[in-house]
T-cell receptor, first 116, second 115 residues
Framework: NAGVTQTPKFQVLKTGQSMTLQCAQDMNHNSMYWYRQDPGMGLRLIYYSASEGTTDKGEVPNGYNVSRLNKREFSLRLESAAPSQTSVYFC???????????????FGDGTRLSIL | EDQVTQSPEALRLQEGESSSLNCSYTVSGLRGLFWYRQDPGKGPEFLFTLYSAGEEKEKERLKATLTKKESFLHITAPKPEDSATYLCAVQAVANYGGSQGNLIFGKGTKLSVKP
């Protein structure tokens, strides 16, 4: 099973360029999440989508936009990249069902983004 | 404010030398505590979920325990392949439905096990 797939794995951008990070899951999960991971900061939530058709801001949403394209796909867009957005970005998804709120999140292997 | 603190930041062990990692948390109400393992260049991999004080879970050389203020990840007779960063995260009871699945992560403990 593929689980959570993120593309691309690596990317280098120049300041001011735009880019969309792609995430797809094949586990029929309702909820999807975007995090960034920086040295010494831990994982921080950027945006999440509790279900298809809804999106909400997390802890650090400034400079980002998201689209929940369908149940499988959740994309993250940087409209005008800044060096402070250099980070590793992780997408995650969480299961569905009556007890879904207690189920673990499953992560992709990340996109390593450098902005010069 | 909900908060998760992990200690130590880094831990070096000899193969076979047992030890524990700590995760202290402050949340308004705990819905669940999660342990993940993260290898270099990879995403976090789920290990355990703990829901209530006194609960314990085991997997191979790892055992996770939970009290009302902290969780421990005990590593018994570790092997070099146990080297990784271990992340702790809590899920708090929230007042609004959409955020009830959201996790608050600690900064992790980087474990190195030497042969």
């Amino acid at each position: 099973n593929a689980g959570v797939t993120q593309t691309p794995k690596f990317q280098v951008l120049k300041t001011g360029q735009s880019m969309t990070l792609q995430c797809a899951q094949d586990m029929n999960h309702n909820s999807m999440y975007w995090y960034r991971q920086d040295p010494g900061m831990g994982l921080r939530l950027i945006y999440y989508s509790a279900s298809e058709g809804t999106t909400d801001k997390g802890e650090v949403p400034n400079g980002y936009n998201v689209s929940r394209l369908n149940k499988r796909e959740f994309s993250l867009r940087l409209e005008s990249a800044a060096p402070s957005q250099t980070s590793v970005y992780f997408c995650a998804s969480k299961g569905s069902g009556f007890f879904s709120s207690n189920q673990p999140q499953h992560f992709g292997d990340g996109t390593r983004l450098s902005i010069l | 404010e909900d908060q998760v603190t992990q200690s130590p930041e880094a831990l070096r062990l000899q193969e076979g030398e047992s030890s524990s990692l700590n995760c202290s948390y402050t949340v308004s109400g705990l819905r669940g505590l999660f342990w993940y393992r993260q290898d270099p260049g990879k995403g976090p991999e789920f290990l355990f979920t703990l829901y209530s004080a006194g609960e314990e879970k085991e997997k191979e050389r790892l055992k996770a325990t939970l009290t009302k203020k902290e969780s421990f990840l005990h590593i018994t007779a570790p092997k070099p392949e146990d080297s990784a960063t271990y992340l702790c995260a809590v899920q708090a009871v929230a007042n609004y439905g959409g955020s009830q699945g959201n996790l608050i992560f600690g900064k992790g403990t980087k474990l190195s096990v030497k042969p």
